[in-house]
């Protein structure tokens, strides 16, 4: 069985994300930034983290932890357990890097970050971004890319219980 390093090498801590974002940033990169839950991978998420992708050279990803999609979504919820999550992410090719936040927002990692473009998708607007204040005032930009009609973890959940 493949060891699969190159996808386990995404999955990093604060302080490793810290000190690679780090390096990063002293290479000249623009680092992109985008956060959810993605507790059922679809269509829509997947563009998204594409487009975002396209908008620097390195895209981190923070995760919702499971007890954070707990407090957000309910009870039912995860569906797919973290461990999971940060697998898919990190398997796919435009993600550089994955992290896990247990807070019901990502702020700290937006700090930790520092990036240069922060990306959230659906029917945001910047003034409503937890982090937008920090990236704007840092020189960055904020980002909003709309949802992909027809495609949403609820509704797959919905689809499934009608089963």
């Keep these: 069985m493949p060891k699969l390093d190159w996808i386990k090498e995404k999955i990093l801590d604060q302080s490793e994300l810290k000190r690679k974002t780090s390096a990063w940033h002293h290479l000249g990169k623009k680092v992109v930034f985008t956060n959810g839950c993605f507790d059922i991978l679809h269509q829509g998420h997947l563009q998204l983290l594409a487009q975002a992708a396209e908008l620097g050279n390195i895209l981190i990803v923070g995760l919702n932890s499971d007890s954070s999609v707990n407090r957000l979504k309910g009870e039912e919820r995860p569906v797919n357990h973290?461990?999971?999550?940060?697998?898919?992410?990190?398997s796919l090719l435009c993600v550089d890097a994955v992290c896990l936040?247990?807070?019901?927002?990502?702020?700290?990692?937006?700090k930790t970050v520092c990036p240069d473009v922060l990306v959230k998708g659906g029917d945001y607007t910047i003034d409503n971004i937890v982090g937008a204040d920090f990236v704007q005032s840092n020189g960055g930009t904020v980002e909003v890319i709309p949802f992909v009609e027809g495609y949403s973890t609820s509704n797959i959940i919905d689809q499934i219980k009608k089963l």
Excluded: K, S, W
């Design 101 to 110: 936040f247990e807070e019901d927002t990502p702020e700290n990692l937006i």
């Design 82 to 90: 973290e461990q999971d999550r940060l697998f898919q992410l990190a």
